[in-house]
């Protein structure tokens, strides 16, 4: 069994192997450095308020993204100040509590003496003991009195387990202590075999101070080595995950670029969209938008961001627009008076406008989509001209399949971007390219396909077409309407063209479109055979998808309704 385990190690090809598949599985370390940078920045805008902070922690922290793994993340009350002394003037309407280390304590576990019981915050009022004549803060009702505010969350440990469509939540309650515990300088003068972390990061550590995290001890039975352990991983130290985010971001940005790295550059540019874009929230309320906005603003405004974090912040500001725009062009529908409408509809296209500098494809098709709604069929071929020309230039985009998740990028692109000294911001303005969205709860989208959008089953369910696609199809519409037959042709040519690379999952959009190129031309029998075509793809999609709730495809005159609302949508109201 030896040999066998030492050939095994000395195999150099399975080592490269094994290495080259844990890699795919939890991503390059520069990859997960940069995606803990953008969650950082990201964090500073989602949880911008002086009552809570939030600090991830485990494998989502460290820029790991492994399907099944939840998320930690420790909230840290900073209404309630921590104190070693008892401070000589104690206001009785701020919370103080104070550190009590009693010789029965486990080493890392300290008691939190309530020094004022009466102050108004519930958190205190709820979770405050008697013992002796003195009050404490009982760990078990404090984890428990955050648990009453999410209804759903279950106790899990010390923490409240949250489980969304998203995944898992487990949320730690912390309070933060400027100085160091002398309950923890075990940890500080432990001897340190590899060398890590080292002694200069151990004394940032120790002068940061920790966070205290609501868990009671288990005395009982317990080996003095376990406790250690225990108090080693409760008190958990600021900036404390398996290596130091900020010093492996500077080692990132100052690491030099050439030929043989560009395609490393690509690889961080393609993680970088991919982590903005993650967070896009199916349906958006107009509150949280603009909250996300103004907050963005303030961080902006308050810190000296680096040139990247503030690129990273107005990328995302670019996405909460578009979202923002969607939404104010249906409220546009809704308002009685042409006054509110127009006010609706000029901010909605006023924030378009902006959206396109942040990719080529997503702002000028959303554009173009809207002006061909209001009957300026003109306009919208400009701006469909503007994402052609783009993509014409052949020098490689980072695509962005919203639903998919996988972002990828053109061979083209890493010669032609990376290397070159370029901000991010400058990359994707002219090389990203994102699906074109229509959410059900906010279409917009040509009436020619929007059944498409009348099928989804939930308000949060989102239709996205390839952008190259549906540039072809916004064409033909534009055209039609222009009396331009002639282009009509001609497109639908580039269509079917387009067709023939378009990716199983998204065949059944082409068909459809390439049917609503040959009706506008009055070649019926060819839109009625594209349309057979769309109901076989799109059965053989609803099927795999193993849907319970959709027996419609399975019956044997499915293909007949289909194909007959799909003519319907096609006559003139």
Same mark, same amino acid.
């Given at each position: 069994?030896?040999?066998?385990?030492?050939?095994?190690?000395?195999?150099?090809?399975?080592?490269?192997?094994?290495?080259?598949?844990?890699?795919?599985?939890?991503?390059?370390?520069?990859?997960?450095?940069?995606?803990?940078?953008?969650?950082?920045?990201?964090?500073?805008?989602?949880?911008?308020?002086?009552?809570?902070?939030?600090?991830?922690?485990?494998?989502?922290?460290?820029?790991?993204?492994?399907?099944?793994?939840?998320?930690?993340?420790?909230?840290?009350?900073?209404?309630?100040?921590?104190?070693?002394?008892?401070?000589?003037?104690?206001?009785?309407?701020?919370?103080?509590?104070?550190?009590?280390?009693?010789?029965?304590?486990?080493?890392?576990?300290?008691?939190?003496?309530?020094?004022?019981?009466?102050?108004?915050?519930?958190?205190?009022?709820?979770?405050?003991?008697?013992?002796?004549?003195?009050?404490?803060?009982?760990?078990?009702?404090?984890?428990?009195?955050?648990?009453?505010?999410?209804?759903?969350?279950?106790?899990?440990?010390?923490?409240?387990?949250?489980?969304?469509?998203?995944?898992?939540?487990?949320?730690?309650?912390?309070?933060?202590?400027?100085?160091?515990?002398?309950?923890?300088?075990?940890?500080?003068?432990?001897?340190?075999?590899?060398?890590?972390?080292?002694?200069?990061?151990?004394?940032?550590?120790?002068?940061?101070?920790?966070?205290?995290?609501?868990?009671?001890?288990?005395?009982?039975?317990?080996?003095?080595?376990?406790?250690?352990?225990?108090?080693?991983?409760?008190?958990?130290?600021?900036?404390?995950?398996?290596?130091?985010?900020?010093?492996?971001?500077?080692?990132?940005?100052?690491?030099?670029?050439?030929?043989?790295?560009?395609?490393?550059?690509?690889?961080?540019?393609?993680?970088?969209?991919?982590?903005?874009?993650?967070?896009?929230?199916?349906?958006?309320?107009?509150?949280?938008?603009? &909250?996300?906005?103004?907050?963005?603003?303030?961080?902006?405004?308050?810190?000296?961001?680096?040139?990247?974090?503030?690129?990273?912040?107005?990328?995302?500001?670019?996405?909460?627009?578009?979202?923002?725009?969607?939404?104010?062009?249906?409220?546009?529908?809704?308002?009685?008076?042409?006054?509110?409408?127009?006010?609706?509809?000029?901010?909605?296209?006023?924030?378009?406008? &902006?959206?396109?500098?942040?990719?080529?494809?997503?702002?000028?098709?959303?554009?173009?989509?809207?002006?061909?709604?209001?009957?300026?069929?003109?306009?919208?071929?400009?701006?469909?001209?503007?994402?052609?020309?783009?993509?014409?230039?052949?020098?490689?985009?980072?695509?962005?399949?919203?639903?998919?998740?996988?972002?990828?990028?053109?061979?083209?692109?890493?010669?032609?971007?990376?290397?070159?000294?370029?901000?991010?911001?400058?990359?994707?303005?002219?090389?990203?390219?994102?699906?074109?969205?229509?959410?059900?709860?906010?279409?917009?989208?040509?009436?020619?396909?929007?059944?498409?959008?009348?099928?989804?089953?939930?308000?949060?369910?989102?239709?996205?077409?390839?952008?190259?696609?549906?540039?072809?199809?916004?064409?033909? &519409?534009?055209?039609?309407?222009?009396?331009?037959?002639?282009?009509?042709?001609?497109?639908?040519?580039?269509?079917?063209?387009?067709?023939?690379?378009?990716?199983?999952?998204?065949?059944?959009?082409?068909?459809?479109?390439?049917?609503?190129?040959?009706?506008?031309?009055?070649?019926?029998?060819?839109? &009625?055979?594209?349309?057979?075509?769309?109901?076989?793809?799109?059965?053989?999609?609803?099927?795999?998808?193993?849907?319970?709730?959709?027996?419609?495809?399975?019956?044997?005159?499915?293909?007949?309704?289909?194909?007959?609302?799909?003519?319907?949508?096609?006559?003139?109201?």
């Amino acid at each position: 069994m030896t040999e066998h385990c030492s050939k095994w190690l000395d195999d150099p090809h399975l080592s490269f192997l094994i290495a080259d598949n844990l890699v795919n599985a939890v991503g390059d370390p520069d990859v997960q450095k940069i995606r803990r940078h953008v969650m950082d920045v990201m964090d500073l805008v989602d949880y911008c308020n002086a009552q809570t902070e939030v600090i991830r922690a485990g494998g989502c922290a460290e820029g790991f993204r492994i399907r099944g793994t939840d998320v930690d993340i420790m909230y840290v009350d900073k209404l309630i100040k921590v104190v070693a002394e008892t401070p000589k003037n104690v206001k009785m309407y701020v919370a103080v509590v104070r550190l009590v280390l009693s010789p029965d304590d486990p080493p890392g576990y300290v008691k939190l003496a309530v020094l004022t019981p009466s102050a108004p915050l519930q958190q205190i009022q709820e979770s405050t003991k008697r013992v002796s004549g003195n009050y404490f803060l009982s760990s078990e009702l404090y984890v428990r009195w955050h648990q009453r505010l999410n209804p759903t969350g279950v106790l899990h440990g010390p923490c409240v387990l949250d489980r969304t469509m998203h995944g898992d939540y487990d949320r730690a309650f912390c309070l933060e202590y400027k100085d160091w515990p002398a309950c923890a300088n075990e940890w500080i003068e432990r001897k340190r075999q590899h060398g890590w972390p080292s002694q200069k990061l151990v004394r940032k550590i120790k002068n940061i101070g920790c966070h205290l995290m609501a868990i009671g001890s288990k005395k009982l039975h317990v080996y003095l080595k376990e406790k250690l352990q225990n108090a080693r991983r409760l008190i958990t130290p600021n900036s404390f995950p398996i290596s130091n985010p900020e010093e492996d971001f500077k080692v990132l940005k100052s690491s030099r670029r050439d030929e043989d790295t560009v395609y490393g550059e690509a690889n961080i540019d393609a993680a970088l969209v991919s982590e903005i874009i993650a967070k896009t929230q199916a349906s958006p309320s107009v509150a949280v938008l603009e &909250l996300e906005l103004k907050n963005s603003l303030t961080r902006e405004t308050q810190r000296n961001l680096e040139t990247l974090d503030l690129d990273i912040l107005r990328l995302r500001r670019f996405h909460t627009l578009y979202q923002l725009a969607l939404i104010y062009l249906n409220i546009s529908l809704k308002k009685n008076t042409t006054r509110s409408r127009y006010a609706y509809i000029r901010k909605a296209f006023c924030y378009l406008h &902006l959206v396109r500098f942040s990719d080529i494809s997503k702002g000028n098709l959303t554009l173009a989509t809207a002006y061909y709604c209001i009957g300026r069929f003109d306009s919208a071929l400009d701006y469909i001209k503007e994402y052609d020309e783009k993509l014409g230039e052949d020098r490689g985009c980072i695509h962005s399949p919203i639903c998919e998740g996988v972002v990828w990028f053109d061979q083209q692109y890493p010669h032609s971007f990376c290397g070159q000294g370029l901000s991010i911001m400058e990359k994707v303005s002219s090389a990203a390219s994102y699906d074109f969205a229509v959410y059900q709860s906010m279409p917009l989208i040509p009436m020619e396909i929007a059944l498409e959008v009348v099928m989804m089953k939930t308000t949060g369910s989102i239709l996205t077409i390839p952008p190259e696609l549906y540039s072809g199809f916004l064409k033909v &519409l534009c055209y039609t309407n222009m009396g331009n037959l002639e282009m009509v042709g001609i497109v639908s040519v580039i269509l079917n063209d387009i067709l023939q690379r378009t990716t199983k999952g998204k065949q059944y959009l082409a068909y459809i479109m390439l049917g609503v190129a040959f009706v506008k031309l009055g070649n019926y029998e060819e839109a &009625l055979r594209c349309y057979c075509l769309a109901h076989i793809h799109k059965r053989r999609l609803a099927v795999s998808s193993q849907n319970s709730d959709r027996p419609e495809w399975h019956t044997r005159t499915s293909v007949l309704f289909y194909i007959a609302q799909m003519l319907r949508s096609l006559i003139p109201v």
